[in-house]
């Protein structure tokens, strides 16, 4: 990686994201989406319990995930729904439009032991990014940025920035070096506190500093970062305002991380947007 990036280079970059395809990384869909009546069942018996809060996934899915459940532990409980094998439609399902169609199925709820929440799991730890030229503790340490433990229970959010700027992982995210770079990018550019940036404009700018960032130090994850930010565009174009703030931000968080960026300075101005 150079000392300075070169600022075309990262227009480019910006620009190609809009017009390569990409990808959405299937990690947003591993977690079934509970209903927030069990959210707040699985929250009260964490508490009650004394487990931290988390991602929710049955014995097996951990497993799948990489992770294993704890010697000792108990299921939590959430209500689900249960069909009786009477009641279960028989055939094809194809309906006559002539012929009335079949009463719906009966269905009621029931409540299972079957879930762990993700502290009651042992799995592989969090590495932080280690390049030759770059380093996480050194950049979040001159940004003052921490790391905190992940403790949302939605499972497919890959990380998350907190309102007194502080970062948190998914201990399971796909690519968690690109969601480091986005979730430092959030807290760098103020979002949480800035009611007047848009949500999917929050997320493109947030998305197109680790886009920048990845391809800077060489890591992976380029055709999703691109995904995202294409999902959150909806075929629009980034703002040239927006282009300059994640072309900033991107070279002020390679310069927290290396020596010879800090030491270059700050990028120079009327750097370009988007067009």
Known sequence: MSATPPTHSWQELLRQAITTPGLIHEAY???????????????VQCV????????????KQWEALGRHVLRGQKALVLCVPVTPKGAEPKGDNLVDAAEPAEEPACVFFTYRARWFVLSQT??????????????????LTAL?????????????????????????INPVAALPHKT???????????HAKDATVSRSLR????????????????????EYARGYLQHWL??????????????TTAHRILAAGNQDIRSAGSPRPGMGGVA
């Open 29 to 43: 869909q591993r977690f079934h989406r509970y209903s927030l009546r069990n959210q707040l069942l699985a929250m």
């Open 48 to 59: 009650e319990r004394g487990l931290a809060p988390g991602p929710l996934a049955t014995f």
């Open 122 to 139: 042992d799995g592989e730890a969090y590495e932080p990014v280690s390049v030759p030229d770059w380093s996480e503790e050194r950049a």
């Open 144 to 168: 003052g940025i921490g790391i905190v433990p992940f403790d949302h229970l939605d499972g497919n959010v890959q990380g998350y920035a907190t309102t007194d700027g502080a970062i948190a």
């Open 180 to 190: 480091l770079f986005h979730e430092v990018a959030h807290v760098l550019l103020q």
């Open 203 to 222: 997320e493109v700018e947030a998305e197109g500093v680790a886009l920048l960032c990845c391809a800077a130090l060489g890591l992976d994850g380029a």
């Open 234 to 247: 909806r075929n629009e174009e980034i703002p040239e305002q927006s282009a300059q703030r994640i072309i």
